[in-house]
């Protein structure tokens, strides 16, 4: 059972615009959620992290979107470009944990 | 240049022959870990370390074994692959307390045929 649900699996958007993805969760152990880019050919890279008592965290033109109550959180590429094509992935921190649990990831494309 | 390295890249196997994959990083991560990739299912963890000679397992670690003797250096050991360990393998590493922030390798595409 994915402890980390994500959606959709893939996304095709056009330049200019602002592909959103969104993650679920249950345990209410997680306390840190990060997201990874992995373009083809390469090993997935840290982006952007969370703590869930943050609503909303910017970086350049990637934005999470924290959502506690409904252990929701997203993430939002804005003014996309051709080289964001690549997959996304979600994951969460386990409290006592020493592990990372991963998405299924997102493989977007933005067509020029 | 602060990386983590994968060897082999690319292999083709046949069933049950043993192989290792090695695994070598340069940053002094405490916390070392496998993860496989395949579609669909996204990454899933196979082993972990927290130190050395400390390893635990992921969700994923049936047919595979680890070691950590040195710090940097965690190898990936199939003593038997079977065709359904087919898959892309990538080592990661990172701070103990922020294994939210882990350094990925190249990856390691394996064929088990």
């Known amino acids: 059972q994915q402890q980390v649900k994500q959606s959709p699996q893939s996304l095709i958007v056009q330049k200019g615009g602002i592909p959103i993805i969104n993650c679920a969760y249950e345990?209410?152990?997680?306390?840190?959620f990060p997201w990874y880019q992995q373009f083809p050919g390469k090993g997935p890279a840290l982006l952007i992290a969370?703590?869930?008592?943050?609503s909303e965290k910017k970086e350049g033109r990637f934005t999470i979107s924290f959502n506690k109550s409904a252990k929701q959180f997203s993430l939002h590429i804005m003014d996309s470009q051709p080289g964001d094509s690549a997959t996304y992935f979600c994951?969460?921190?386990?409290?006592?944990?020493?592990?990372?649990?991963f998405g299924i990831g997102t493989k977007l494309q933005v067509i020029p | 240049e602060a990386q983590v390295t994968q060897n082999p890249r690319y292999l083709i196997t046949v069933t049950g022959k043993k192989l290792t994959v090695t695994c070598s990083q340069n940053?002094?991560?405490?916390?070392m870990s496998w993860y496989r990739q395949d579609p669909g299912l996204g990454l899933r963890q196979i082993y972990y370390?927290?130190?050395?000679?400390?390893?635990d397992k992921g969700d994923v670690p049936e047919g595979y074994k680890v070691s950590r003797k040195e710090k940097r250096n965690f190898p990936l050991i199939l003593e038997s692959p079977s065709p359904n360990q087919t898959s892309l393998y990538f080592c990661?590493?990172?701070?103990?307390?922020?294994?939210?922030?882990?350094?990925f390798g190249p990856g390691t595409r394996l064929t088990v045929t």
């Open positions: 990661a590493s990172s701070f103990s307390g922020r294994m939210y922030e882990q350094y």
């Open positions: 994951a969460a921190r386990e409290t006592g944990y020493q592990k990372v649990t």
């Open positions: 969370i703590r869930p008592d943050v």
């Open positions: 370390s927290m130190n050395v000679e400390v390893t």
């Open positions: 940053m002094n991560h405490e916390y």
């Open positions: 345990n209410t152990a997680f306390d840190y």
